[in-house]
């Protein structure tokens, strides 16, 4: 039996990518089907000399010539003859949007004129809605430098900051990994061989061991997983597994990540949509070119599959199923963070991401027409704040962390070599009070950090970049508000909102400017 799905794993996509633009740079792919249609591609694990599986049901692998059904029971799939995936890492300057022709082809000729072999490459996605509305979330990313591997691209990426160019990396599989997989049984007997890749299917979720979801930490954990999955060739020539399912079931794996399954339903509802909408503006954007559309760990989103579902979070997928939130024709990428303090940030003053008019900053306060931070003053904003959507959560709402002058040192010379701290300067700031930028001046040097993370990362993990900093002889105090970078929606304020008996369609465009709720089909 033949599986067109498995067929369309590693290189179809980026075949699609690359002939599409080949032939019309903007023209329109296929049709963009139904919501049930809807599939993404899931990678579980990498880097495996082996995986092993138990499946309460039958299993079936295809890939082969047989195609054998094996019976329910314990397996492992090991790898021999096997031969790497190909890769190339893009740099990745800046991003045009449909429209942009004159002023895209402009700027390739810049890179060119500097003697870079500067490209185009196709990413994102095109999504209809149910009364008709297409929305097309296709960007033509520019790729400055194309490097065999990461190592050599991250000196790229280095180089090109120090003459001023920021650029994001990208890897690109050329060509998947080959080699022969062999299923064996308990007793170690090969009950099905065959060429990579293969497909594995069963009635049952089939619980796979080693799967890596820690992106910061390595946890590894024994997990279960209802889709179609593809035993792959990773770069390093080791076992891949990657997992096909449709979009609606990926998010109840997903939600129970995002937010505790006890929490009102009202909040689950709210997020479910601002998980939906997050995704599908996100796809392409983050593994595609590698063949698969997302990791399963925190570096696109943690996703628990079948063994992390909850009724309550299944729920709010179901009862708000496609339904996403738009803005200009486009879904709205709806990030969000555990505790905006109060006040929500606008993208730009976070990342390094043109302004978004649906990621303005707004206020989360509980009462009307109050002061914004800056307009009210950072110091009583933090010391003396008023009651918000969020303040039920007064861990993450307000915040205070002290370090003695010589602790201080020794944490911010980890990642930048200012040697013993003279001053600190606390820059412009967003109108969320999010810093911009810090200064710091030390006896070796002085660096200006720049964007909500790498300040936050400066002083050893900051829970936010909402914050005042004072000295007192040799104690430096940080007070703060805020857990997380504070764009879009803000889960401890809907959850503030939920339980007043907001509904969750309030909530979710309260946090994202401008936007409408539509449902894509
Ligand atoms: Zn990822
Ligand atoms: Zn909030």
């Known amino acids: 039996m033949n599986c067109p799905t498995v067929r369309l794993g590693f290189a179809a996509w980026i075949g699609v990518f690359i002939i599409a633009f080949a032939a019309n740079p903007w023209g329109v792919f296929a049709d963009p089907g139904s919501l049930a249609d809807q599939r993404v591609s899931v990678r579980l694990m990498e880097g495996q000399k082996l995986i092993g599986l138990r499946a309460a049901a039958p299993l079936s692998v295809r890939g082969g010539k047989t195609d054998p059904e094996l019976p329910a029971g314990t397996y492992t799939i090991h790898l021999s003859n096997a031969k790497p995936a190909r890769q190339r890492f893009h740099l990745f300057a800046k991003s045009f949007q449909p429209g942009e022709d004159a002023a895209e082809r ?7 004129a500097k003697g870079r072999d500067a490209e185009a490459v196709v990413i994102g996605r095109r999504l209809q809605t149910e009364s008709g509305i297409v929305l097309d979330s296709r960007v033509h990313w520019i790729s400055v430098a194309r490097f065999e591997s990461e190592e050599a691209a991250k000196a790229g990426k280095a180089k090109l900051e120090r003459e001023g160019q920021w650029t994001w990396m990208n890897a690109e599989t050329v060509a998947p990994g080959t080699g022969r997989i062999e299923v064996k049984d308990a007793k170690g007997k090969v009950v099905a061989a065959l060429d990579a890749s293969a497909a ?5 979720p089939v619980r796979l061991s080693n799967v890596d979801t820690g992106f910061w930490k390595e946890d590894k954990k024994q997990l279960e997983y209802a889709g179609l999955l593809e035993v792959g060739i990773d770069p390093k020539a080791r076992l891949m597994l990657v997992e096909s ?4 079931t990926y998010l109840e ?3 129970p990540a995002e937010m505790p399954a006890s929490w009102p339903v009202g909040a689950l509802k709210a997020q479910a949509v601002a998980a939906r909408s997050e995704v599908l503006a996100s796809l392409g954007t983050k593994h595609a070119l590698e063949g698969f559309e997302f990791c399963g760990s925190e570096h696109c989103r943690a996703y628990l599959g ?3 579902l909850r009724d309550t979070t299944s729920a709010a997928v179901r009862e708000t199923a496609g339904e996403i939130l738009v ?3 486009k879904i709205v990428p709806t990030v969000f963070s555990s505790n905006c303090g109060g006040w929500t940030e606008s993208n730009e003053t976070v990342w390094r991401s043109p302004a978004n008019p649906a990621l303005r900053a707004v206020s989360d306060l509980a009462g009307g027409n109050e002061k914004s931070p800056i307009g009210r003053g950072m110091s009583a904003w933090l010391t003396q704040p008023p009651k918000a959507n969020c303040s039920g959560d007064p861990e993450g709402f307000r915040w205070r962390r002290k370090y003695t002058a010589g602790e201080l040192s020794a944490i911010v010379n980890k990642r930048h070599a200012v040697g013993t701290i003279s001053k600190i300067d606390l820059g412009e700031r967003g109108e969320g009070g999010r810093l911009k930028s810090v200064t710091i001046r030390g006896a070796k040097q002085t660096v200006t950090v720049e964007k909500e993370l790498p300040i936050r990362s400066a002083f050893g993990g900051l ?3 909402m914050f005042v900093l004072e000295r007192s ?3 430096y105090t940080f007070t703060g508000g805020g857990r997380g970078h504070g764009v879009g929606l803000c889960q401890y304020g809907a959850r503030g909102m939920a339980e007043r008996g907001i509904v969750y369609t309030r909530i979710v465009l309260h946090y994202f400017t401008g936007a409408r709720l539509e449902r894509y089909r």
């Open 253 to 255: 794996g997903v939600l």
């Open 200 to 204: 594995i299917q069963s009635a049952a």
């Open 245 to 248: 399912l449709p979009v609606e």
């Open 327 to 329: 803005r200009d024709g």
């Open 106 to 112: 402009a700027y390739i000729a810049e890179w060119k």
């Open 463 to 465: 829970p936010s970049a």
């Open 473 to 475: 002889g040799s104690t």
């Open 306 to 308: 079948a063994s992390g």
